[in-house]
């Protein structure tokens, strides 16, 4: 069994920062891609960051030059450091990521997701 569990949510001033941490636990073989979405309410969840087990990232262009996504694969960790935010960015934070559990076999968890709200 895998689970991955976020943290680092919670309110923050238009402008302020806040960095997101999501740790992967339980049968790991190896950690492949991770990714953080996220879900405003009444809207669709999207893709907000992703990062590859090398390091390559891709960032929405909405949150590009705002938030830097980071791994720790040591310890099966995806980071989301979060700068200049913006009411529009209030939604809740998911971690999601592909774990392979042997070294053919994987699937992909997501965690529970952690609040982030940005207001003055």
């Known amino acids: 069994q895998v689970q991955l569990v976020e943290s680092g949510g919670g309110l923050v001033q238009p402008g302020g920062s806040l960095r997101l941490s999501c740790v992967a636990s339980?049968?790991?073989?190896?950690?492949?891609?991770m990714n953080w979405y996220r879900q405003a309410p009444g809207k669709q969840r999207e893709l907000v960051a992703s990062?590859?087990?090398?390091?390559?990232?891709t960032h929405a262009d909405s949150v590009k030059g705002r938030f830097t996504i980071s791994r720790d694969n040591a310890k099966n960790t995806v980071f989301l450091q979060m700068n200049s935010l913006r009411p529009e960015d209030t939604a809740v934070y998911y971690c999601?990521?592909?774990?392979?559990?042997?070294?053919?076999?994987?699937?992909?968890?997501w965690g529970q997701g952690t609040q982030v709200t940005v207001s003055s």
């Open positions: 999601n990521a592909f774990i392979f559990i042997t070294d053919l076999f994987g699937n992909m968890y």
């Open positions: 339980g049968n790991i073989f190896r950690s492949d891609v």
């Open positions: 990062i590859r087990r090398d390091g390559t990232t």
